[in-house]
């Protein structure tokens, strides 16, 4: 984004926090780096290993030194995965953070802002100048860092260490719904900012909030959309589905009425005891990998309805404090 393509409020808030914005932008640069260099490294140890005619589950002497050091290289590239899954869950509230101390609650706390209103610009133009440029950042870095992780998880699902997509720092790390945690972070830090006027105060308030909603979502995202079901007659194996999460198993009787997985579990005759309940087969309700994008946007509207109503409140206070 150049100064010189920016006009008023937002051209001061690039130069204000110009160097964060760069710094920023280098870390963002090196990570992405990092992850297409460490997928290259794999990738190379992975044709080097199918030289050599090993195999690894069937380890024959004289390919155990091979074997070792071509997984050592796949766990690599998944821890690498599992960290840089985590810092992306982390980033939403370092934005947002950023936002409630730096660049508002610091000015509200100092009274800086007074020399902005000061010269014909209105405290709706100011802070709709304060969020509009991270916001406008945030979506387009949030967006090619997801895309990053997403493609480097894509790949990673062809070796003996995959990463399931459901895992809380791989679902949080790719699709849309990284972007709209990071809205709904900037939207939380600035209305914490308005209301508490005070830098770290604020900021821990951010903080807490997003933990909040983390926890929230990860409790209630399974019910975002429904299961898929699956049946199997009474004394059939039951096929279990792989990459799938939010297993729950149980029975069903003749009319449709289930039996949980725990009704006959200390029963010293299991038959008798489901023919004693009626039940006739076994089900097991799961979300396939297939209903990753359904979760994912539906969560991430939830987050930017919240956001938009963080930022409609933040307005309102700040309206109400300063007229």
Same mark, same amino acid.
């Given at each position: 984004m150049s100064t010189l393509a920016l006009r008023g409020p937002a051209r001061v808030v690039v130069l204000q926090h110009r160097r964060t914005l760069w710094i920023t932008g280098a870390l963002a640069l090196v990570g992405i780096v990092l992850m297409g260099v460490a997928w290259w490294v794999t990738s190379a140890a992975a044709s080097t290993f199918d030289d050599t005619g090993c195999s690894v589950r069937h380890t024959v002497h004289g390919c155990g030194i091979a074997v070792r050091h071509f997984l050592s290289v796949e766990l690599y590239f998944n821890h690498l995965l599992g960290y840089a899954g985590v810092a992306m869950m982390v980033l939403p509230a370092a934005f947002g953070m950023f936002v409630a101390g730096p660049m508002i609650g610091r000015e509200l706390e100092d009274g800086t802002y007074r020399l902005s209103w000061s010269q014909s610009v209105s405290p709706a133009r100011w802070l709709t100048a304060k969020l509009a440029v991270p916001a406008v950042l945030t979506v387009s870095g949030v967006s090619v860092l997801s895309a990053v992780y997403g493609w480097a998880w894509f790949r990673a699902r062809g070796t003996n260490y995959p990463v399931q997509w459901f895992e809380p720092q791989v679902y949080g790390a790719m699709g849309p719904a990284p972007v709209g945690y990071a809205l709904l972070c900037l939207a939380l830090g600035a209305l914490a900012a308005v209301l508490v006027r005070r830098t770290l105060p604020a900021m821990a308030v951010t903080a807490a909030a997003y933990a909040v909603v983390l926890v929230v979502m990860n409790a209630v995202r399974g019910d975002l959309w429904p299961m898929r079901t699956d049946t199997t007659d009474l004394g059939r194996e039951i096929p279990y589905p792989s990459a799938a999460s939010d297993v729950s198993v149980g029975w069903m009787t003749g009319g449709g009425t289930r039996l949980g997985g725990t009704t006959c579990v200390s029963a010293d005759d299991v038959d008798a005891?489901?023919?004693? =309940?009626? @039940?006739?087969?076994? !089900?097991?309700? !799961? =979300?396939? @990998?297939a209903h990753f994008w359904p979760l994912q946007l539906i969560e991430t509207g939830i987050l930017l309805v919240l956001a938009a109503a963080a930022v409609a409140v933040t307005f309102r206070v700040l309206r109400r404090s300063h007229g």
């Open positions: 005891c489901m023919a004693r =309940h009626g @039940a006739v087969s076994q !089900y097991i309700d !799961y =979300h396939p @990998a």
